[in-house]
Structure formats: C-alpha cells, structure tokens
C-alpha cells in the first residue's frame, strides 16, 4: 500500500508568478516606464523637427527613462532616483518652455 508523501516542511513551495506577484505588477510598471519612454522619443522627434538643440536634449533623455524603469524593484534608493529625474526632466521642459 502507498501513501502520498508529505510535503518537506524545510522546502517551501516555490509560487507561481500570480501567486508572487498578485496583478503581475512589475510587468505592468515595466510596460508604463516602456510607454513613457516612447512618449519621450515621440515628443523629442516632433520638437526636433521644430528646434534642434530641445529636440536633441529630449532624445538623449529616452535612453535614462527607459533604463530608469528597469531597475531592480529593491534596489536601495531607487525612489530618490526616480524622484530626481522627474525633477530634472521637469526643470528641462520649463527650460524649453521659457526659452521657447
């Protein structure tokens, strides 16, 4: 006669991805920081086809918003790096915007 063997008390479970990630967050948030970066690279080729120095200076941002949004999710201070950014894109738009 067999009997089912117990589950290892020392070995957890490994979960399944909507088990780990309820909602599949993180691929969501790598699907938004993606949409923004291409937002970016949108807008730097309209405003690139009207000044070329604003047009440049957003399309050398495309590259840091895409990376930004890949980092580790628990890598320390990503939060200021994010919060950092923002300000600096946000400075550079009033920039163009002023300038313009």
């Given at each position: 006669?067999?009997?089912?063997q117990?589950?290892?008390?020392?070995?957890?479970?490994?979960?399944?991805?909507?088990?780990?990630?309820?909602?599949?967050a993180?691929?969501?948030?790598?699907?938004?920081?993606?949409?923004?970066?291409?937002?970016?690279?949108?807008?730097?080729?309209?405003?690139l086809?009207?000044?070329?120095?604003?047009?440049?200076?957003?399309?050398?941002?495309?590259?840091?918003?895409?990376?930004?949004?890949?980092?580790?999710?628990?890598?320390?201070?990503?939060?200021?790096?994010v919060?950092?950014?923002?300000?600096?894109?946000?400075?550079?738009?009033?920039?163009?915007?002023?300038?313009?």
């Open positions: 006669m067999t009997s089912a117990p589950a290892d008390p020392v070995t957890p479970a490994q979960p399944d991805d909507e088990e780990g990630d309820p909602g599949l993180r691929a969501r948030t790598s699907l938004a920081w993606t949409r923004t970066a291409l937002s970016f690279a949108a807008l730097g080729g309209v405003v086809k009207r000044d070329l120095v604003p047009g440049l200076l957003i399309l050398a941002l495309v590259p840091a918003v895409w990376q930004l949004g890949r980092l580790a999710h628990h890598l320390p201070g990503r939060l200021k790096l919060t950092a950014t923002i300000v600096v894109v946000a400075l550079l738009a009033l920039a163009v915007a002023l300038t313009g």
